[in-house]
């Protein structure tokens, strides 16, 4: 499930006319460091590591005149915060708490314009972090 693929040679998405490795590669390739960072360590599904590298993908690409890119340890804090609320919810006895997360969870994210591209999947229990992170156990 890759949402972005970028060769090193192909043009830069960000419009700028120039190849990717010259242009934000070096800044995408810090902003997932730092995503990672503050997300922390953990077993992640394949969907879940995709969703790390999109959202550094995002962080790191220059956003043109006048444009900011979404700060990645802030992203990371609040990903690491949501996944960490979706962890309580799942433990808890009341499966609607689960679904409350989800729907804040959109919410804040369409909330940020900038972050309006990012969807939610609605999946059966276990829920979000089953395809986001696998806790080691």
């Known amino acids: 499930m890759q949402i972005y693929q970028v060769e090193r040679n192909d043009n830069c998405p960000c419009g700028s006319g120039r190849k990717y490795k010259k242009c934000c590669l070096s800044r995408v390739e ?16 394949a969907a879940g590591r995709e969703i790390l590298a999109t ?38 006895t009341e499966p609607d ?14 909330a940020k314009e900038h972050l309006r591209s990012i969807r939610v999947p609605r999946q059966t229990r276990p829920g979000i972090r089953s395809w986001l992170w696998r806790s080691k156990n």
């Not at 708490?97 to 919410?107: F, M, P, V």
Request: proline share 6%; with cysteine; net charge negative.
């Open 97 to 110: 708490e689960l679904e409350i997360l989800t729907n804040q969870l959109e919410k804040l994210l369409m």
């Open 55 to 92: 959202l550094g993908y995002m962080c790191g690409l220059a956003m043109g005149e006048g444009g900011t890119p979404p700060d990645p340890e802030r992203l990371g804090r609040l990903l690491k915060e949501a996944w960490e609320e979706e962890e309580k919810a799942l433990e808890a």
């Open 30 to 45: 810090e902003a997932s460091r730092l995503l990672n960072r503050v997300v922390g360590p953990g077993t992640y599904t």
